[in-house]
């Protein structure tokens, strides 16, 4: 079921390119992303990817505040 829903996500995406040429390596990454996505984590590709770019930034921003930080021992 999940290779068919990310399956069907992808063709519908191409019903916008009717006419137009698609660049097929792209689509075909991102639907292995999104079926791996889907079984793992049961959730879509773009979902994850959107949590995982708020997690990077909350690491940048704990990085960030971890080098404010001054330990008297630690320089």
């Given at each position: 079921?999940?290779?068919?829903?990310?399956?069907?996500?992808?063709?519908?995406?191409?019903?916008?390119?009717?006419?137009?040429?698609?660049?097929?390596?792209?689509?075909?990454?991102?639907?292995?992303?999104?079926?791996?996505?889907?079984?793992?984590?049961?959730?879509?590709?773009?979902?994850?990817?959107?949590?995982?770019e708020?997690?990077?930034?909350?690491?940048?921003?704990?990085?960030?505040?971890?080098?404010?930080?001054?330990?008297?021992?630690?320089?």
């Open positions: 079921p999940a290779m068919v829903a990310s399956t069907e996500t992808m063709l519908g995406r191409w019903k916008n390119y009717e006419g137009k040429e698609i660049d097929v390596l792209q689509e075909f990454r991102l639907l292995s992303s999104e079926v791996t996505s889907r079984i793992a984590f049961g959730n879509s590709y773009i979902e994850g990817k959107n949590i995982f708020m997690l990077t930034k909350l690491g940048f921003i704990i990085y960030k505040i971890f080098l404010t930080i001054r330990v008297p021992v630690i320089r």
